[in-house]
Structures are given as C-alpha cells and as structure tokens.
C-alpha cells in the first residue's frame, strides 16, 4: 500500500532560525496536504498542493509539492513559539479517493 | 457551525469494559472517519465510512467496531476494552469527489484502559 515518510521526527530550533521538513511519498500523489497540530490539539489544515511544482506561501511558510509529485517540504522561514507544534503531511493518491495517508508527523520546539 | 463534535473528551476504562465514542458533523460531508494517534506514531486509520450506509476498515481495524449511524453521526466502539488501545482518538470528516477535500478534525477523546 501507500507509504508517506516523513522527516525529521523531532527538530529543536532557536526562536529566529528556519526549520523544514520533508515528506516522501512511495506513489505518485493527485495532491498533498499538511496539517498542523498543536500540543494538547487536534490537526488543523493549513493547506493542500496539487499541480506539480507548486509552490504556495502563507506568511513564513513555503509549502512546496515536486515535480514528480510525489515529495513535498514545508519550510519556516525565522521561526516563532507559535510555530511549536507536529505537521503532518497527508497524501491523496487520486482525486476523489476516500482516505488520506498521513506521514507520522515531525515535531518542531521552539525555544525562546 | 460545531465542526466535528465527538465525545466523551476523557474516558478511563476498566480493561474488559465497553464503551461507545460518539461523533457528530454538521458540515453535510460525505465521509468520516476514526484515527487513534499514540507517541511516535502519527495518525492511524482505525475504520472510515466513504458514505451514509458503508464503513471499511482501515490501517489498525482490531479491537473496534462502528457504526454510522446516519450522514451525520459515526459511532466508535471498543467492545472489551484493553490497556493497549490507550490513546487519543479522533473522529474526523471531509467531503469527497471535491479538489478542497479537506479534513476536519474533532478536538479529541483521551482513552485510558487499566
């Protein structure tokens, strides 16, 4: 079936530096998904990626999809303490399809 | 709008004991769906329903069983509860067949079986 790896688990950042993380795909992806959650939370949806290449920006966020469609990064660029949290990515094998498959998640710490 | 509305928040189960985990969406989405996510392992699949009257398994189905109810409601239950279904258990939904299929989440069960 489907795998999505994610990585890293787990990253530690001083408030002000970037962070990225990576999501791999074993198959091709109609589209892409990431989700935040923070701690003691559920995962909220920060935004999907379909067309190959793509790249989409929310403030200090860069969310990117491959050509091949099957990896995707999000990038923090100058991160804050709101930014703590896991992100996941989830991805959607076909238009349409029923499930999503998450990557396990990486969790980002903050410290000020 | 709730969202996704799922309840009990917290539970602590005898190990043997039931219990039901009840979910509710008010978004008139099509699918939804019951994930457990315990440390180290992101969010699993327990059971999902593409639509009112199918369900289907998922990634880790053992152990549970649902029912959906209606379009609305999709039930989780866990019939003998044991320690190693201690988790957090989220109901989640999402309309399908559409290129926005976000899913939403519901804020959380907290399971403890001992």
């Known amino acids: 079936g489907q795998q999505v790896m994610q990585i890293p688990q787990y990253q530690h950042v001083q408030e002000g530096e970037d962070f990225t993380t990576y999501c791999n795909s074993s198959?091709?992806?109609?589209?892409i998904q990431w989700y935040k959650q923070r701690p003691g939370g559920h995962p909220v949806f920060l935004i999907q990626?379909?067309?190959?290449?793509e790249v989409k920006k929310q403030k200090r966020l860069t969310f990117q999809f491959g050509e091949a469609k099957k990896n995707s990064s999000l990038h923090i660029t100058a991160t804050q303490t709101t930014d703590v949290g896991t992100y996941f990515c989830?991805?959607?094998?076909?238009?349409?399809?029923?499930?999503?498959?998450f990557g396990k998640g990486t969790m980002l710490l903050v410290s000020p | 709008n709730a969202g996704v509305t799922q309840t009990p928040k917290f539970q602590v189960l005898k190990t043997g004991q039931s219990m039901t985990l009840q979910c509710a969406q008010d978004?008139?989405?099509?699918?939804m769906y019951w994930y457990r996510q315990d440390p180290g392992m992101g969010l699993r699949l327990i059971y999902y329903?593409?639509?009112?009257?199918?369900?289907d398994k998922g990634e880790v189905p053992n152990g549970y069983n649902v029912s959906r109810l209606n379009k609305r409601e999709f039930s989780l239950r866990l019939e003998s509860a044991a320690p190693s279904q201690t988790s957090v258990y989220f109901c989640?939904?999402?309309?399908?067949?559409?290129?926005?299929?976000?899913?939403?989440f519901g804020e959380g069960s907290w399971l403890t079986v001992v």
């Open positions: 978004m008139n989405h099509n699918s």
């Open positions: 990626l379909v067309k190959s290449g």
């Open positions: 198959t091709t992806l109609s589209n």
């Open positions: 329903s593409a639509s009112e009257g199918t369900t």
């Open positions: 989640a939904s999402r309309v399908t067949g559409d290129k926005g299929n976000t899913i939403y």
């Open positions: 989830a991805g959607n094998p076909h238009s349409g399809y029923s499930t999503l498959t």
